[in-house]
């Protein structure tokens, strides 16, 4: 079993920056690809970035790429997500998802899921 804590969201302005963090505990490591996806209410979930177990691969939805960067610590079983340039549209409850194997953009191919975390981007 995994467990997924996220941590970082809050309220920002519009060109600022946020750092997320996931703190996994459990088994995980690097035979776990993880992933970021977002859901602002009355919405669908969208994929935002993810990460290759080893982190020699990152993947990035086209509306974040040159302002977001994925990375993770194994040796600390986290992963963040660095956020620059934020935009109104930004703003969404943020989570964090593990999955045994390869990265995906797919949310329904992960095995695990944090709680979210919410970020708010003011324009």
């Known amino acids: 079993q995994v467990q997924l804590v996220e941590s970082g969201g809050g309220l920002v302005q519009a060109g600022g920056s946020l750092r997320l963090s996931c703190a996994a505990s459990g088994r995980t490591g690097s035979s776990y690809a993880m992933g970021w996806f977002r859901q602002d209410p009355g919405k669908k979930q969208q994929f935002v970035a993810a990460?290759?177990?080893?982190?020699?691969?990152?993947y990035y939805a086209d509306s974040v790429k040159g302002r977001f960067t994925i990375s993770r610590d194994n040796a600390k079983n986290t992963v963040y997500l660095e956020m620059n340039s934020l935009k109104p549209e930004d703003t969404a409850v943020y989570y964090c998802?593990?999955?045994?194997?390869?990265?995906?953009?797919?949310?329904?191919?992960?095995?695990?899921w944090g709680q979210g975390t919410q970020v708010t981007v003011s324009s």
């Open positions: 990460i290759s177990g080893s982190g020699d691969n990152t």
């Open positions: 998802a593990a999955r045994f194997g390869g990265s995906s953009w797919y949310g329904h191919l992960y095995d695990y």
